[in-house]
């Protein structure tokens, strides 16, 4: 390097390399300094292997078949220059051909080892080498003469095919792809047609017979049986007639090769279910059993049977009765269940409770007729709460409820009874109140969810108290306190 500072100095290229350096890190333009000078030393004969010593930040990647030199010559030798002169003092760096190596020429980019012929398919030949190259043969000639090729010959004996469903195909032989070869292919639809239908259960069985091309037909039995012109499997009911229960067998018959039918006579049951009676059916080999009561089935009990028109009670609820109607010959049986209007014997005169005509519900006569009895009556009143009002849906109790009083003769006095209307089931319930500030805060409050009659203790009306001194002011000549 010393060497080529006295003939090209280096400080202006170090200073160019020490600003790319650091005002465009990492982008490689600090190689570009350092290439020019070397160039220009290489130019005067001295030659710099730099790129070594920039710990890998400029390397120059090289073609797998050439290597790097900072210093060869301009013009590499190929096979058809020769050699270059050793003392050329001008010097380049790049990729060249590995030491033992020469170009083989001008514009081929190919490395031999020797000099020889390139072939048309730019690979290095030696003299006297044989080659096949576009289904031709050709011969690198001694000499330097260049390259003969001659077509390469290809030979078959003739070939018929004559197997049914075969013919000649012809096509690249994979064993020498310059030539062509044919052979006998199959395809089965150049085979014969199938048979014609097999009969009646059997079916046609193709056979393919190793090593030949078309397969062989026979009508094989199916292994069913046959009757009418159908087909049944095994195991499957055939219909002969009504009275004959007949079935398809696993037995084989040796003449016919079909499966056997085998048919017994049809049983007939004459029982019928209670409610249903036997009676004939036009075309049939046995009656059946025709409905004629209506069956009421009741979870874990008899069922009860009507006929049509019969009306039952239940005989352990009077409100619930069974009934039984023929509509347009169909038997339609209904349960029904009386519904009764509530009842409080609370209201009624005793003595005066009795069971309708219909056995089920019970009436009486109300102590008085006249008067609401005891229920819970919507009002709409107004809450306030620390200066916070709304207005709310609530209940009241009110109505009459059972007070009397009855001479008893067991007690030689009055018997009384009271009870009033009071809350029987009540929740708590919150309503929002709005403030005269325009805010609002919760409140609960007890809201009557029904009303009933309850017991109570039957008490007198007090007596009159007397007033002292009435007497004397309506007495006749009366004088008053401190009178003379």
């Not at 030491?99 to 001008?106: C, L, S, V």
């Not at 239908?197 to 190793?210: A, M, N, Q, R, Y």
């Not at 696993?250 to 006579?265: A, F, G, K, P, Q």
């Not at 049509?308 to 049986?333: A, E, R």
Request: hydrophobic content about 25%; charged content about 20%; some cysteine.
């Amino acid at each position: 390097v010393d060497r080529c500072h006295a003939v090209a100095p280096p400080q202006h290229y170090y200073d160019a390399c020490v600003f790319d350096s650091c005002f465009v890190p990492g982008s490689g333009l600090e190689c570009a300094s350092l290439q020019t000078y070397a160039t220009l030393c290489a130019q005067k004969g001295i030659c710099i292997d730099w790129r070594n010593h920039t710990n890998g930040a400029c390397l120059l990647t090289c073609p797998p078949h050439r290597e790097y030199r900072a210093c060869g010559p301009p013009e590499e030798p190929t096979c058809k220059s020769g050699s270059f002169e050793k003392n050329n003092s001008i010097l380049v760096e790049g990729c060249f051909c590995p030491e033992g190596t020469m170009n083989y020429a001008p514009g081929f980019d190919a490395c031999v080892d020797m000099c020889g012929c390139m072939g048309p398919d730019n690979v290095p030949r030696k003299f006297g080498e044989h080659f096949e190259f576009d289904c031709k043969s050709c011969v690198c000639l001694e000499g330097g003469s260049g390259i003969s090729c001659l077509p390469k010959t290809c030979s078959q004996e003739p070939l018929q095919c004559t197997e049914e469903g075969t013919y000649p195909l012809t096509e690249v032989n994979p064993a020498d792809t310059c030539c062509n070869i044919t052979s006998c292919k199959c395809n089965t639809s150049l085979c014969p047609a199938t048979p014609s239908k097999c009969p009646l259960g059997f079916e046609v069985k193709s056979e393919i017979t190793p090593g030949k091309c078309c397969p062989t037909y026979t009508c094989v039995p199916k292994g069913v049986c046959v009757h009418q012109n159908a087909e049944y499997q095994p195991g499957s009911p055939v219909y002969s007639s009504k009275c004959q229960d007949c079935v398809c067998t696993n037995r084989r018959n040796s003449s016919t090769e079909l499966n056997v039918i085998s048919c017994t006579h049809v049983l007939c049951d004459n029982s019928c279910s209670p409610g249903f009676e036997l009676v004939e059916a036009p075309g049939e080999c046995c009656g059946k059993c025709e409905q004629t009561h209506c069956i009421i089935k009741r979870p874990g009990k008899e069922p009860i049977i009507l006929k049509p028109g019969d009306i039952k009670h239940d005989t352990k609820n009077n409100c619930t009765f069974f009934s039984c109607v023929k509509i347009h010959n169909q038997l339609i049986s209904s349960v029904s269940n009386i519904t009764c209007p509530d009842f409080d014997p609370s209201i009624c005169l005793p003595g005066s409770i009795t069971l309708m005509p219909n056995g089920c519900c019970k009436k009486c006569i109300p102590r008085n007729e006249t008067r609401t009895f005891c229920s819970a009556i919507p009002v709409t009143r107004e809450i306030s709460f620390a200066g916070c009002t709304n207005k709310v849906t609530m209940n009241y109790c009110s109505g009459s409820c059972g007070t009397f009083a009855l001479y008893s003769a067991e007690a030689q006095a009055l018997d009384h009874k009271c009870s009033c209307c009071k809350e029987e089931r009540t929740s708590q319930r919150e309503v929002v109140l709005h403030c005269p500030q325009g805010g609002s805060r919760s409140h609960t409050y007890t809201h009557i969810e029904s009303c009933r009659c309850q017991d109570t203790a039957c008490e007198l009306p007090p007596a009159p108290r007397r007033v002292p001194g009435r007497s004397r002011r309506s007495s006749p000549g009366g004088l008053r306190p401190g009178g003379a």
